[in-house]
């Protein structure tokens, strides 16, 4: 005796999520908290971090001790 498969559900297209699309005014420069300074802020925090690490490894001292503490 075999069991039935169980029954796909069938989702209609618009329950299904979309994919993320960049549009033409998130990437237009523009003043106070939008998509395009979040999305600078990131990149310059993380240049600033690796240009961090990359100084601990080339002088073999922690950021601390660059401070002084």
């Keep these: 005796m075999t069991t ?3 029954p796909t559900p069938d989702v209609p297209a618009a329950d ?7 549009s033409p005014e998130a990437d237009a420069p523009a003043f106070g908290w939008n998509a395009y300074a979040e999305r600078i802020n990131g990149r310059f925090a993380m240049v600033g971090f690796v240009a961090l690490l990359v100084l601990e490894l080339v002088t073999q001292q922690t950021f ?3 401070l002084g503490f």
Excluded: D, G, I, R
């Design 16 to 22: 299904q999520p979309s994919p993320a699309v960049s």
């Design 64 to 66: 601390f001790t660059w």
């Design 4 to 6: 039935p498969a169980a």
